[in-house]
C-alpha cells in the first residue's frame, strides 16, 4: 500500500502586497497547490490569485484595527504570534522568512525547510538602519534597544536544528549572515524574475531610474543627493516608510511617480539610461528586471546585487557614498555601458522561476530524504511536472 501524501503548511511573515518575497513565496505555492499558508496578517486585495487559492490563517494581528499600517510596531510580539500557530497533523513544514516565519513550532516527526531572505532584519544587520541616529524618534529607538536582545535571544533558539532541519538562503551574502547569527550552514538557490514582464524593445532615454519600497537600507536618500548634485533626471517609482523625508529631499531634476502598474514599470525599465541601485541588499530582484529590459545596473558593490549584476552588465560603486555613486553614474554617461542590452537580458535568463523552483524542489527533496522519509509520498505532493525535478 502506497503512502499518502505529506500534509503541508507554508509559512510566511506577512501578506500586505507583492514585493520580491511574495513573489519566491507564490513559485513555492506552485509547487505545493495543496498547501495550506499561515501568515501573522493578510490585507485583503494585496497577493495574487495564486496566493489567495491557497487556504489560509492568520494570527491575532489580524484582528486588531489599522495592523494592516502599523504592523511593524507589533514586532515584540511577533515570535508569540507565530508561535502559536498549530502546526499538527502536519507533515512538511516550509517557511519563507525574513523576520519570524521559521520560528513557527515543528510537529513531532515533522520535517522544516526554511527559505531565508534574511535573518530578521530589524535586530540584526540592518538594526542601525531602521533605528540608529535620526533614523527614527528617541522612543522608538529606546524601545528598540530594550527588546533587540531578546529578540536576538528568541531568534537564535528557533534557528536550531530541532526546530528548522535545514536552511536555504537567497544569496551567499546571506547565507555568511546565517552563519554569524545562527552558526548554521545555508545552501543557496537564489530568487527569480519573471522574464516574460520585460521584452520590450529597448529605447533608453536621459532618465535614471530607480524601483523599490522606500525602506532606510534601500538608500534612496544616497541616489537623490548624487542626481540633486549631478542635475542629472532621477525618476523613483514606489512608496513606503521614508517617502515624505525623501520627497523634501528632492531637487527639481528628482520624479517621484509613486507606486505603478507591472506594465508601466516594464516600460520605465525599457526607457531608462541605467538602473540605480545604491542599498546594501539581501539579493535584489529589481537588478534582474532591469537587466532583463536591457537595462545597465549601476549597483553599491556589496551584497546580494555582487552576486547577480556583473562588470559586464553594469557599474560597481564603493564605498557607499554619494561621491562614489556620482563616479559610477558620470562613467555610464561617458558610454562605458553602451552596447551591453543582449548581455544584461542574457544575464537575466540565468535566474529564471524554473530554475529556482528545480532548485528549491531539490532542496525540499534533501531535507525530506534526509530524515529519512519515503521520495514517493513526497512526489505526491509536488505539482505534476515537478515531481521529477526534485530528484
Known amino acids: 500500500m502506497s503512502e499518502a501524501a505529506p500534509k ?3 509559512i510566511h511573515d506577512w501578506l500586505t502586497g507583492m514585493r520580491g518575497g ?22 485583503p486585495g494585496s497577493i495574487s490569485p495564486t496566493l489567495t487559492t491557497l487556504k489560509r490563517h492568520t494570527s491575532l494581528l489580524q484582528k486588531i484595527p489599522g495592523a494592516e499600517k502599523r504592523y511593524r510596531h507589533f514586532l515584540p510580539v511577533m515570535p508569540k504570534l507565530i508561535e502559536q500557530f498549530d502546526l499538527s497533523g502536519f507533515d512538511l513544514i516550509i517557511s519563507s522568512s525574513h ?31 531602521y533605528f540608529g541616529p535620526g533614523k527614527a524618534s528617541p522612543a522608538v529607538r529606546l524601545a528598540a534597544k530594550l527588546v533587540r536582545g531578546p529578540l536576538q535571544k528568541w531568534d537564535r ?16 551574502f546571506i547565507a555568511e549572515q546565517i552563519q554569524r547569527a545562527y552558526g548554521r550552514e545555508a545552501s543557496v538557490v537564489y530568487p527569480f524574475s519573471d522574464l516574460s514582464r520585460f521584452n520590450l524593445p529597448r529605447d533608453p532615454g536621459r532618465n535614471y531610474l530607480m524601483v523599490g519600497a522606500f525602506a532606510p537600507y534601500k538608500r534612496i536618500d544616497l541616489a537623490i543627493e548624487a542626481f540633486n548634485r549631478l542635475k542629472l533626471p532621477l525618476v523613483i517609482v514606489g512608496g513606503g516608510q521614508d517617502e515624505d ?25 525599457s526607457k531608462c539610461r541605467a538602473f540605480v541601485f545604491p542599498g546594501l541588499e539581501d539579493f535584489g530582484i529589481t537588478p534582474l ?31 557607499q557614498t554619494v561621491d562614489a555613486l556620482m563616479e559610477a553614474v558620470l562613467r555610464v554617461e561617458s558610454g562605458e555601458t553602451d552596447g551591453t542590452e ?37 512526489e505526491k505532493a509536488i505539482q505534476s511536472g515537478w515531481s521529477s525535478l526534485a530528484r
Request: net charge neutral.
Open 289 to 319: 528586471e532591469a537587466m532583463a529590459s536591457g537595462a545597465p545596473v549601476i549597483a553599491y558593490g556589496e551584497g546580494g546585487a555582487a552576486e547577480s549584476v556583473t562588470e559586464e552588465t553594469g557599474v560597481f560603486f564603493r564605498p
Open 22 to 43: 511574495e513573489y519566491v513565496l507564490e513559485a513555492i505555492a506552485e509547487l505545493f497547490p495543496k498547501a495550506e499558508l499561515f501568515t501573522l496578517l493578510y490585507v
Open 157 to 172: 533558539s528557533v534557528s536550531v536544528p530541532a526546530r528548522v532541519d535545514r536552511m536555504v538562503a537567497n544569496s551567499h
Open 342 to 378: 543582449a548581455k544584461c537580458r542574457a544575464r537575466a535568463r540565468e535566474f529564471s522561476k524554473e530554475r529556482f523552483q528545480r532548485e528549491f524542489a531539490g532542496e525540499i527533496h534533501a531535507a525530506w530524504a534526509q530524515a529519512g522519509k519515503s521520495y514517493d509520498s513526497l
Open 245 to 269: 523625508r525623501l520627497r523634501k529631499m528632492g531637487g527639481h531634476t528628482i520624479d517621484f511617480l509613486g507606486p505603478m502598474s507591472n506594465a508601466a514599470i516594464a516600460d520605465l525599465y
Open 99 to 129: 523576520c519570524v516565519a521559521k520560528g513557527v513550532r515543528k510537529p513531532e516527526g515533522a520535517v522544516h525547510v526554511s527559505y531565508v531572505h534574511a535573518p530578521m532584519r530589524y535586530i540584526w544587520d540592518r538594526y542601525e538602519d
Open 8 to 10: 503541508i503548511a507554508i
